[in-house]
């Protein structure tokens, strides 16, 4: 353990820069995807209310997709997009949207419709509604999702590194060419910490929104 302690503090001592530059890469895809993920997942989310009819199909869609393997899907991207960034934000989108659509609806499906019928009582329009008082309710669901897409393109951005979108994963995979242990713990361990950075983030900006809505309403 000591030897590998010391091979880990070596490898910082000579290549901080190169980590410093596959870290920023890393954060920057995973905040690519997240964005893309977001502006599609929570938009089909809530069309999936506005029309019943198509939301099983939509739905069963994109749950098709939350089951096929993140490696299935990047392979994939290789042969109709190629390799880089691109292909990369491309696939792990594809990945992320599903529980952030699924969480979307299920949120604003929980909404009482009591609370709905009191809003449109009180003189609201169908958008005051929905800006005022669905969307709000819906949030700590709809945040779990994007935790939850979260955790998953930061892992699965790992992957991404096997077709030229850089990142964190080049250590792992580096690692595992050359059989180097504290390799493998620089990478792992790196991605572990983004992932739980990032919840945490997303925990804080949670606290803070429930804080202000208490804060105005009182």
């Not at 299935?72 to 992320?96: E, K």
């Not at 819906?138 to 939850?148: E, N, Q, W």
Request: charged content about 10%; aromatic content about 8%.
């Amino acid at each position: 353990m000591g030897e590998i302690w010391s091979n880990i503090l070596l490898y910082f001592e000579n290549n901080l820069d190169a980590y410093l530059t596959m870290l920023q890469r890393h954060t920057s895809l995973s905040l690519r995807v997240l964005a893309i993920a977001i502006c599609i997942g929570m938009p089909m989310g809530i069309l999936c209310i506005l029309f019943r009819k198509q939301q099983k199909w939509i739905v069963g869609f994109f749950q098709v997709l939350r089951i096929i393997p993140s490696l299935a899907v990047l392979v994939l991207s290789i042969r109709l997009l190629g390799i880089g960034m691109g292909p990369a934000i491309t696939a792990l989108a594809f990945l992320a949207i599903p529980p952030i659509l699924m969480n979307t609806v299920a949120g604003l499906e929980e909404v009482p419709f009591f609370m709905l019928e009191t809003a449109k009582g009180m003189g609201m329009t169908e958008l005051q509604v929905w800006i005022k008082v669905r969307l709000p309710l819906a949030f700590p669901l709809i945040l779990a999702g994007v935790k939850t897409a979260t955790v998953e393109i930061v892992a699965s951005a790992t992957i991404a590194a096997l077709i030229g979108a850089g990142g964190l994963g080049q250590i792992i995979f580096q690692g595992l060419s050359v059989r180097r242990t504290e390799l493998l713990l620089i990478g792992g361990i790196s991605v572990a910490v983004l992932s739980l950075t990032a919840v945490l983030l997303l925990d804080l900006l949670d606290c803070f929104l429930q804080r202000y809505k208490r804060g105005v309403s009182t």
